[in-house]
Antibody, heavy 118, light 106 residues
Framework: EVQLVESGGGLVQPGGSLRLSCAAS????????MTWIRQAPGKGLEWVAS????????YYADSVKGRFTIYRDNSRFTLFLQLSTLSAEDTAVYYC???????????WGQGTLVTVSS | SYELSQPPSVSVSPGQTATITCSGD??????TSWYQQQPGLSPVLVIY???RRPSGIPERFSGSNSGNTATLTISGTQAMDEADYYC?????????FGGGTKLTVL
């Protein structure tokens, strides 16, 4: 069974930066696209960003384009999300999930909470 | 931008059939997935490619998709099925989730 474990969340001031990590248990990590999905408190799911298995292609929601960067280190089976220029609207639980487009999100991490507040 | 619409809430009696809809322009031309989220937990995939069930998902969960509407059907609904349900589709390189439906089993 694939396990995904996020880390890196916390309290950050508006305008600040943070890096989230998602460690995968599977050796076939590089075979799959990966995605970050967030959920604001009491709200629904929002797609944030995705990356191809090789890491060569990346995709972003308009709400984060230019501020967030998704990347991966396949040698360490780890997915990252660099968050910058954060605002209160970015406060959410951030989930990493395996999949993108035709590949459904079949495995999810437990989520890591990012709180943007002064 | 592409949007998916779901009813905010659906109620069902135990043992009855629950139907949750998801509407979007020409949604039937795209593959739809459904996710179940219990309070405080991560979402779980229950239906993908409109009708397919992942391993471990009970047979009472089924899906369909035609025209502008995808539907998640839960037959013989159980108390454990009470949760939020989200539909999801993708268009070119954009992923969209519906707003979610809270299923209450009364």
């Amino acid at each position: 069974e694939v396990q995904l474990v996020e880390s890196g969340g916390g309290l950050v001031q508006p305008g600040g930066s943070l890096r989230l990590s998602c460690a995968a248990s599977e050796l076939t990590f590089s075979n799959y696209p990966m995605t970050w999905i967030r959920q604001a408190p009491g709200k629904g799911l929002e797609w944030v960003a995705s990356i191809s298995g090789s890491g060569e292609s990346t995709y972003y929601a308009d709400s984060v384009k230019g501020r967030f960067t998704i990347y991966r280190d396949n040698s360490r089976f780890t997915l990252f999300l660099q968050l910058s220029t954060l605002s209160a609207e970015d406060t959410a639980v951030y989930y990493c999930a395996r999949g993108f487009r035709a590949d459904p999100y079949d495995y999810w991490g437990q989520g890591t909470l990012v709180t943007v507040s002064s | 931008s592409y949007e998916l619409s779901q009813p905010p809430s659906v109620s069902v009696s135990p043992g009855q059939t629950a139907t949750i809809t998801c509407s979007g322009d020409s949604l039937g031309d795209k593959f739809t997935s459904w996710y179940q989220q219990q309070p405080g937990l991560s979402p779980v995939l229950v239906i993908y490619e409109d009708t397919r069930r992942p391993s471990g998902i009970p047979e009472r969960f089924s899906g369909s998709n035609s025209g502008n509407t995808a539907t998640l059907t839960i037959s013989g609904t159980q108390a454990m099925d009470e949760a939020d349900y989200y539909c999801q589709a993708w268009d070119t390189s954009i992923v969209v989730f519906g707003g979610g439906t809270k299923l209450t089993v009364l």
